[in-house]
Nanobody
């Protein structure tokens, strides 16, 4: 059974940093592209960061690429999202996700999802 469990969310002040972690089990981690998504109440999920199988290639949208970094540790089956200079508009539930297909992750249709972790940024 595949499990993806996020942690590290919380309440921070604007300008502060936060690192989210995602522990993955039940699949061959090296064979999966990974991503982070976020979702506000009543809105669709937005892709925040994507990383390929080896961790050597990643993609982040312009809205966060100067502030967020995605990384993975294939030895530990862990995915991370390092967020700096957080803004109130970064307040969302953040989800990690995985799929064998890089395209599926980038398109926002990965097979496996975590349950999400809340990030709240106060002004």
């Amino acid at each position: 059974q595949v499990q993806m469990v996020e942690s590290g969310g919380g309440l921070v002040q604007a300008g502060e940093s936060l690192t989210l972690s995602c522990a993955v089990s039940g699949l061959n981690f090296d064979d999966y592209a990974l991503g982070w998504f976020r979702q506000a109440p009543g809105k669709g999920r937005q892709g925040v960061a994507f990383i390929n199988y080896t961790g050597r290639s990643s993609h982040l949208p312009d809205s966060v690429k100067d502030r967020f970094t995605i990384s993975r540790d294939n030895a530990k089956n862990m995915l991370y999202l390092h967020m700096n200079n957080l803004k109130p508009e970064d307040t969302d539930i953040y989800y990690c996700a995985a799929d064998r297909s890089w395209g599926a992750v980038v398109r926002g249709t990965p097979q496996y999802w975590g349950q999400g972790t809340q990030v709240t940024v106060s002004s």
